[in-house]
């Protein structure tokens, strides 16, 4: 669904899915600070992960910072 603006109301229609792209941009390494990286880029990360955390069972490798 996209939201369309026609005359000061929002209209939503279906997007071919042809028209549809995304975006993805992810860094990973052994030793930054995803802090500093959301302050450089001045946006927020959709999942950070840092390197020797333990979740869902297992240990995390390196440190993450996605968006």
Same mark, same amino acid.
């Given at each position: 669904?996209?939201?369309? =603006?026609?005359?000061?109301?929002?209209?939503?229609?279906?997007?071919?899915?042809?028209?549809?792209?995304?975006?993805? =941009?992810?860094?990973?390494?052994?030793? =930054?600070?995803?802090?500093?990286?959301?302050?450089?880029?001045?946006?927020?990360?959709?999942?950070?992960?840092?390197?020797?955390?333990?979740?869902?069972?297992?240990?995390?490798?390196?440190?993450?910072?996605?968006?």
């Amino acid at each position: 669904m996209a939201s369309i =603006f026609n005359r000061n109301k929002i209209v939503k229609r279906k997007v071919p899915r042809k028209h549809q792209c995304r975006v993805y =941009f992810a860094l990973g390494g052994d030793e =930054f600070v995803p802090e500093e990286v959301t302050k450089l880029l001045g946006i927020e990360p959709t999942k950070v992960s840092y390197k020797g955390k333990s979740t869902k069972g297992y240990m995390i490798r390196k440190t993450s910072w996605i968006f």
